[in-house]
C-alpha cells in the first residue's frame, strides 16, 4: 500500500510537471501559404533582429506551404518567392497567419490574422489618402512636391503629423505605432518629432525593437556631438579582413561614410583623395565606411573613384547597428575624431573639410 500510495504521489508530480511546463510554453508562428505557384516554388520568409537575419523557407505543393517557428515579438518579415522577383512585406506575429493570392500578383497577396499588420496597414491607409490628397492640390496649383513652402504642404504636414500622434496614443502599445513614427520621422529624419511621439508609447510600447531603435535615433545627435567619445565599431575591409575603429586611437581620424549610389559622396572623393595626398601620409588616418548593401558596386566604385585608403563595408546598410549608434539616416556623413577616440567635427563637406583639416595641423 504504501508502495502504491508513493507511485501515485510520484504520478501526481510528474503530471503537475508537464502541465506547468505546458503553461509556460513560448506561444509560435504557423505561416500557411495558399498561392497558386508551380511545385517547387520556393518560399523564403526572412527578417531583421538587431544585428541578425533570420530566415526560413519551404518549396510549395499542390499551391501550398507552411512555415512554423517563433518570433521574438511581432517583427517585420519580407516574404519573397523563387518564381520571380515580388515580395511581400508585412508584420508577423505569434499567432496563425495565413498568406493567400497568386505568385504572379505577390506582392497583391493578403495576409490575415496578424493583428499587427491590420493595424499597420490601417495606418498606411489613412497615410495614403492624406498623400493623395495632397498630390490633388498641387496638380490643381501646379506647384513642385518638394516645395515645402506652399499651402498645399502645409495642410499635407499638419494633417499626416495629426495622423501620427493621434495613432500612436490610441495604440501606444502596439508595435505598428512604433513602426508609424519610423516611417514618419526616422525614415525622413526629424529628432524632434521622433522624440516627442516617441514620448506618447506606454511602457510596453517603448519595449519594442522598432521603439529602442526610434530613441536611438533621436538620442544619436547628442552621442555623436562634438566632445563626445565615437561608438566603436568592427566591420571588413575590402579584403574581408575584421577592422575596429578603436584600432586606430591615438591618431587623428577622418572618419567618412557613403555609397556608391550617393552622387554627393562621390562627388566629394577628388577632395579627400587630394587631402589624403597631403595629410595622409602622417598625420590624419583615412577611413571610408560603404553603406552599399552589395559589395560588388562598393568594390567598383572603390577602384573607379580611386580610393587608395582603408575602405569598409557594412552589408546592412542605413539598417545596421553602425548607421543606428552614429543616427544615420542620409548621406554624405563624416566625422573627425582625435587621438583620444573623442569626436571633434561632423558634417564637414568642401570647403568647410579642407579649412578645418587644414586649420587642424596648421598650428
Known sequence: MKSTGKNILLLNLLLLTMIGMLGFTKPGYLITGSVSAPDGTVFKLFYRYGDKVIADSVATKNNTFSLSGTFPEPVVCTLSNSANQQIKIFVAENSTIKVEGKVEQFVNASITNSSENALYNHFNSSAHAISGRYRAMLKQSGAAIRDTGTTAYKVYKASHDSLVQSFVKQHSSSTAAALAITDSYVTNPDRVRAAACYSLLSAKGKETIYARRIKQFFEAEKVIAPGHKAPDFTLTD??????????????????????????????????????????????????????????????????????????????????????????????????????????????????????????????
Open 238 to 363: 575590402i579584403n574581408g579582413k575584421p577592422v575596429k575603429l578603436s584600432d586606430y586611437k591615438g591618431k587623428y581620424i577622418l572618419l567618412d561614410f557613403w555609397a556608391s549610389w550617393c552622387a554627393p559622396c562621390r562627388h566629394e572623393h577628388p577632395l579627400m583623395i587630394e587631402l589624403y595626398k597631403k595629410f595622409g601620409a602622417d598625420k590624419l588616418t583615412f577611413l571610408s565606411v560603404s553603406m552599399d548593401a552589395g559589395s560588388a558596386q562598393w568594390k567598383q566604385a572603390v577602384k573607379t573613384d580611386g580610393l587608395v585608403w582603408t575602405q569598409l563595408n557594412d552589408a546592412q546598410s542605413m539598417n545596421g547597428r553602425v548607421a543606428d549608434v552614429y543616427g544615420i539616416k542620409s548621406l554624405p556623413f563624416n566625422c573627425i575624431i582625435d587621438p583620444n577616440g573623442q569626436i571633434i567635427a561632423t558634417k564637414l563637406r568642401g570647403e568647410q573639410l579642407s579649412g578645418f583639416i587644414t586649420k587642424l595641423f596648421d598650428k
